[in-house]
């Protein structure tokens, strides 16, 4: 299973852009880049999903390089209902291989 | 389209005793996930059910048991509770066992084992 590491903690104020980055060494060819969101006490969300290149839908942006040995989220102008811990995962979604390993995430704190 | 809905919200159980746990599936998801969220730690995997039969399990001992229905809603069963049981539960459906398309969670059931 690829593992994947990320910062603890983030800060930021609102209207700012944060991009999270993720570290996945070991990525392997056939696995996909997710990141969810998880607010208190609530299930973790899915953002977006990326292979290769730059994936964008109306919440946010992953941008992989051509390795794939990390990815980075981006959030344009957060606000303050964006704190929340962002988990990035690997999987290549295959019947009998992975499964969805969550890490210890990044804590996003917005400020006003 | 309904989300995944878990039940209850929140319970509270003794040591020793057993609890059920359970979970509807978002329509059209034939795969359910079971996760255990401790405080201010990521979702740990517990098991997977992909059309009424296991597949995949984390580290957790056997009294952690599972079922998936033929509507694809699905249990978790704890036996002998402990106290470290005590945690968010979390219920994930997806179509197709890795989640390739994404996984949709329900908001967990709290327990608490006291």
Redesign the interface.
């Known amino acids: 299973l690829a593992k994947t590491t990320q910062p603890i903690s983030m800060d930021s104020y609102e209207g700012q852009e944060v991009n999270i980055t993720c570290s996945h060494n070991n990525i392997a060819t056939n696995d ?1 880049i ?1 990141w ?1 969101q998880q607010f208190p ?6 953002i977006i ?1 990326g292979y290769k290149t730059k994936v964008t839908n109306e919440v946010a942006s992953l941008f992989i390089p051509a390795d794939r040995k990390s990815s980075t989220l981006s959030l344009p102008r957060v606000s303050l209902s964006d704190t929340a ?1 962002y ?1 990035c995962l690997v ?15 990044t804590r996003l704190q917005v400020f006003p | 389209e309904t989300g ?1 809905t878990q039940s209850p919200t929140h319970l509270i159980k003794t040591r020793g005793q057993q609890v059920t746990l359970r979970c509807s599936s978002q329509s059209g998801h034939n795969t359910v ?1 079971w ?1 255990q969220q401790a405080l201010g ?5 517990i098991f ?1 059910y ?1 059309r009424e039969e296991e ?2 399990r ?1 580290n957790f001992p056997p009294r952690f048991s599972g079922l998936q229905f033929p509507n694809y809603s699905s249990e978790l069963n704890v036996n002998a509770l402990e106290l470290d049981d005590s945690a ?1 539960y ?3 459906s997806s179509l ?13 059931t ?1 327990l608490t084992v006291v």
């Open positions: 996909y997710t969810y006490s609530q299930g973790p969300r899915f999903q811990v988990y999987g290549d979604g295959g019947y009998n291989t992975d499964k969805l390993i969550f890490g210890t995430g | 995944v996930s996760y730690q990521g979702p740990q995997f997977q992909y597949n995949g984390g968010l979390l219920c994930a197709g066992a890795g989640g390739v398309y994404g996984y949709t969670f329900g908001s967990g709290r």
